[in-house]
Every structure is written in C-alpha cells, then in structure tokens.
C-alpha cells in the first residue's frame, strides 16, 4: 500500500496517489469553480486544542477556523481523529475499511460531506458488524485508528463535528449521521464520495 501517512511527517505525496490525484484535477477544479476556491479558507488551525486522551461520551464537540488547502504532505491535525484542516487532493471513497486510512484522503471526504466513522482495532466484532452496516449509509465511511489511542471505542467525525461514543447501536450516532452527512456545515456538501483513492495505506 501507499505510505502517506509514515514519518516522517510531511513526507511527500506518494506515487500511488499522485495519478490519481492528477486523474480528479479537473473534477476538483470544476467544484471549485461552481462552489468556491478550494484552496486556503483561511490558514488558521481549529479553534479546538488537541484531542485529551478520553473524549466527552455522548456530547458532539464542534470547531471552527478550519484551513482547507490541498497538499502533498502528511498533516499534523489537532484532533484525533482530524475533523477537518488541510488535506490530499484526492478524496477518500465511502464505505467500510478493515485497516487504517490515510488521514489526509479522509479529510478531503469531510470536506465533501462525509461522516467518518473510527473505531479501536479491538473492538467488539458485533459493534464492527454495526459500524460496517452504517457505511451502506450515503457519505458514509468508517475504518480503525491506530496512529495514537482513540479517545472513545467509536468516534463518529464531520467536517468541525466530532462524537465520541462508547457503543451502538445509539440514538446519539443516528442524530449525528442525520445532521451531519452532506450538511452545509461541510465546505463541498454533496461532492464525490466516490471515484477517489479506494485503498488503505
């Protein structure tokens, strides 16, 4: 697989994205053209400080001031897992992942509208099967966390949105996939969430 997110940090795009990433320039240039400039909205980091090692059980945090600039380098987000910032000029494709994804490609899904579901590799199998059978949900991702401790079993990330949850099934999750997945809250709701990087690292 490709090796985005190895140290060191801000390693280079890695040839296994860069054809594709060529191969949507057109399409993100044409979305940026009918919805806005793609490029930096403003090169603050989140308002958020970095995750704690245990997150809020139940309680959506949110955060703004998100910068959203495409780049070849691995990012160093202030959450965990990220809710937004800069990304990959490739957006990561929708649906259910059973090893790690690149940080950066699942940013770029975020930003198009995306809920991006992470877990703890040890989870429960059951609480996997439910996680998979969210992703069947338009704009839905999900895979597991491994670059540091996951601050609940189940975190559930929108662009600036973040809940953390100890299991599911949970009326907290289905409230949040309502009101997040292709919101306005995300800078390109309703973009692909296809036909982008499909692989894990």
Request: contains cysteine; glycine residues 10%; negative net charge.
């Amino acid at each position: 697989m490709g090796s985005w997110g190895s140290k060191p940090r801000r390693r280079a795009l890695p040839r296994l994205l860069a054809p594709t990433a060529l191969a949507v320039a057109v399409a993100v240039g044409t979305l940026a053209a009918c919805s806005g400039d793609d490029s930096d909205s403003g090169d603050q980091a989140s308002a958020g400080s970095t995750t704690p090692t245990t997150l809020p059980i139940g309680q959506v945090q949110t955060f703004d001031g998100l910068s959203r600039s495409h780049v070849d380098h691995t990012v160093d987000y202030p959450q965990t897992p990220p809710v937004g910032g800069d990304h990959a000029p490739v957006w990561q494709n929708c649906g259910f992942y059973d090893q790690p994804i690149f940080n950066e490609t699942g940013v770029h899904a975020l930003e198009h509208g995306a809920v991006w579901i992470t877990y703890r590799p040890d989870l429960a199998a059951d609480q996997i099967d439910q996680i998979r059978a969210l992703t069947q949900q338009p704009y839905t991702l999900a895979s597991p966390w491994t670059d540091s401790e996951l601050g609940a079993p189940i975190v559930f990330s929108a662009w600036g949105a973040q809940l953390a949850l100890d299991a599911l099934p949970s009326p907290a999750a289905d409230e949040f996939l309502a009101t997040y997945r292709e919101a306005a809250t995300a800078p390109e709701p309703g973009a692909p969430c296809t036909g982008g990087y499909g692989q894990t690292r």
